[in-house]
């Protein structure tokens, strides 16, 4: 009996090993979006962003002027009437990164190679993003 329910731990033990090790890898290299549509904005100014589902607020924040700021959405923007105001439906990654790190003596960089490690990314899926450019 105990050799029984040794031989079921250990047998228990390595299959979650396995997964753990299997699933579990950690990259270091830059990641690109999987989505079609990309919208980068400048890092002059700054940004509000509301996050809803099914018409409810899950999140809203603010990125400061200074932050590199991108939206990639699996549908195309949505411009509405209002300057500076752009909306995403579906499923949307949102990236931000102080321009500061940007290595500019490199010379120009492409904005997607630009954003692909960014420190900050938001995924959501099924819902409604709307961006707003603040005017000081």
């Known amino acids: 009996m105990a050799r029984t329910n040794l031989t079921l731990a250990l047998s228990t033990t390595a299959v979650?090993?396995?997964?753990?090790?299997?699933?579990?890898?950690?990259?270091?290299?830059?990641?690109?979006?999987?989505f079609a549509s990309k919208y980068f904005s400048s890092y002059a100014r700054a940004h509000r962003?509301?996050?809803?589902?099914?018409?409810?607020?899950?999140?809203?924040?603010?990125?400061?002027a200074g932050m590199l700021f991108s939206v990639y959405s699996d549908q195309p923007p949505v411009r509405t009437?209002?300057?500076?105001?752009v909306e995403f439906h579906g499923n949307v990654e949102i990236r931000t990164r102080?321009?500061?790190?940007?290595?500019?003596?490199?010379?120009?960089?492409?904005?997607?190679?630009?954003?692909?490690?960014?420190?900050?990314?938001?995924?959501?899926?099924?819902?409604?993003?709307?961006?707003?450019?603040?005017?000081?």
């Open 16 to 34: 979650i090993l396995a997964l753990v090790l299997g699933t579990g890898s950690i990259s270091t290299q830059a990641q690109t979006s999987p």
């Open 49 to 64: 962003v509301t996050i809803r589902r099914n018409g409810v607020v899950v999140a809203t924040f603010e990125t400061p």
């Open 81 to 85: 009437a209002r300057e500076g105001t």
């Open 98 to 136: 102080p321009h500061s790190e940007i290595d500019v003596s490199a010379g120009p960089r492409n904005a997607e190679v630009t954003m692909a490690d960014a420190p900050v990314v938001i995924a959501a899926q099924g819902v409604d993003v709307l961006s707003e450019t603040i005017v000081p």
